[in-house]
Nanobody, 124 residues
Framework: QLQASGGGLVQAGGSLRLSCAAS????????MGWFRQAPGKEREFVAA????????YYLDSVKGRFTISRDGAKNRLYLQMNSLKLEDTAVYYC???????????????????WGQGTLVTVSS
């Protein structure tokens, strides 16, 4: 089971760090991703990281502002979000892709496990 946390209310230009923890499983073998869903919109890919942490992928609109990382010792996934914009407002979900891995880290269907989501609200 995945548990996302760290969301909250922040002013535009501010920062938040989301965290995803796993209970009952080790995240080290999984490709991991962050997705988000704004009201009335479909779930959208935000960022992904492979099992080794060497390869990362980002939605174009968050490149240079968001950083995905993982800590094997703490069994956690992170999303550091800087320079937040109003359009970043959404519920953010972490997800895990187990072996055999999918080849499209930006596709929700590639992921086997999902967290419950944490709400990020960016205000003006």
């Amino acid at each position: 089971q995945l548990q996302a946390s760290g969301g909250g209310l922040v002013q535009a230009g501010g920062s938040l760090r989301l965290s995803c923890a796993a209970s009952g499983r080790t995240l080290g073998i999984y490709h991991m991703g962050w997705f988000r869903q704004a009201p009335g919109k479909e779930r959208e890919f935000v960022a992904a990281i492979d099992w080794s942490g060497r390869r990362t992928y980002y939605l174009d609109s968050v490149k240079g502002r968001f950083t995905i990382s993982r800590d094997g010792a703490k069994n956690r996934l992170y999303l550091q979000m800087n320079s937040l914009k109003l359009e970043d407002t959404a519920v953010y979900y972490c997800a895990a892709d187990q072996p055999p891995y999918g080849s499209n880290p930006d596709v929700p269907a590639e992921y086997n496990y999902w967290g419950q989501g944490t709400l990020v609200t960016v205000s003006s």
